[in-house]
């Protein structure tokens, strides 16, 4: 069964800093992977998938997302954080044998400091 | 925008007492799924529906039922409500059912038992 885990489910960062969301994966098979946002009030929003191909993959509002098979990881990056970066993001992972279902991590509160 | 509409958006009910959430996919989506975020859960798959027909299922109770109608809303039936149920609930939509397909999700019904 595929499961996510997030490490730290708040992380704090200056504004212009690194920011560095860290995922782990279980899966039997190739996953499927995900990057989701959550800002207050709101549903979740995709920022950035991978899929197949190109284990470097770049998403919305400057972020970006390493799948690293050797090391079942899928963390997410962005290089300088921005005050509208604060918002809940999720790990989610899905394959073909899952039946179909997406399976969220816990989440991780982004917090950036002025 | 994600073109997924939930009503309604605020649900307060008594325990014992049933309700019924509401969801129409983005237009051109077949697949919908539905989701519970609780603090201590997080985010918990119940079950998904592709062309009116049950694809997936995850821990949804049985005092919980779902149904995709031909113009592919659908609906989400709690009944015998507790304490326990309250929780924000997410439908969220797909063009496939491929596990490769990203979520385009609702702005949610939060669901208050008293």
């Known amino acids: 069964a595929q499961s996510v885990t997030q490490l730290g489910s708040h992380v704090s960062v200056s504004e212009g800093a690194l920011v560095l969301l860290r995922c782990n994966y279980s899966?039997?098979?190739?996953?499927?992977l995900f990057w989701y946002v959550q800002y207050p009030n709101q549903g979740l929003q995709l920022l950035l998938k991978?899929?197949?191909?190109?284990?470097l993959v770049k998403g919305i509002n400057g972020f970006e997302a390493e799948f690293k098979k050797s090391e079942t990881s899928f963390h997410l990056t962005k290089p300088s954080a921005h005050m509208s970066d604060a918002a809940e993001y999720f790990c989610?992972?899905?394959?073909?044998?899952?039946?179909?279902?997406?399976?969220f991590g816990a989440g991780t509160r982004l917090f950036v400091k002025a | 925008d994600s073109g997924v509409t939930q009503t309604p958006k605020h649900l307060i009910t008594a325990t014992g007492q049933r309700v019924t959430l509401r969801c129409s996919p983005r237009?051109?989506?077949?697949?919908v799924y539905w989701y519970q975020q609780s603090l201590d859960q997080g985010l918990q798959f119940l079950i998904q529906?592709?062309?009116?027909?049950?694809?997936a299922k995850g821990n949804i109770l049985e005092r919980f039922s779902a149904q995709q109608f031909p113009d592919l809303h659908s609906e989400l039936n709690l009944s015998s409500l507790e304490l326990g149920d309250s929780a924000l609930y997410f439908c969220?939509?797909?063009?496939?059912?491929?596990?490769?397909?990203?979520?385009?999700f609702g702005n949610g019904t939060r669901l208050t038992v008293t």
């Open positions: 991978y899929t197949t191909g190109a284990t």
């Open positions: 237009s051109g989506d077949l697949s």
């Open positions: 529906y592709y062309n009116g027909e049950e694809r």
């Open positions: 989610a992972v899905s394959d073909d044998t899952g039946g179909f279902k997406t399976i």
């Open positions: 899966s039997s098979v190739p996953p499927y």
């Open positions: 969220a939509s797909s063009v496939s059912e491929l596990s490769n397909s990203p979520l385009h």
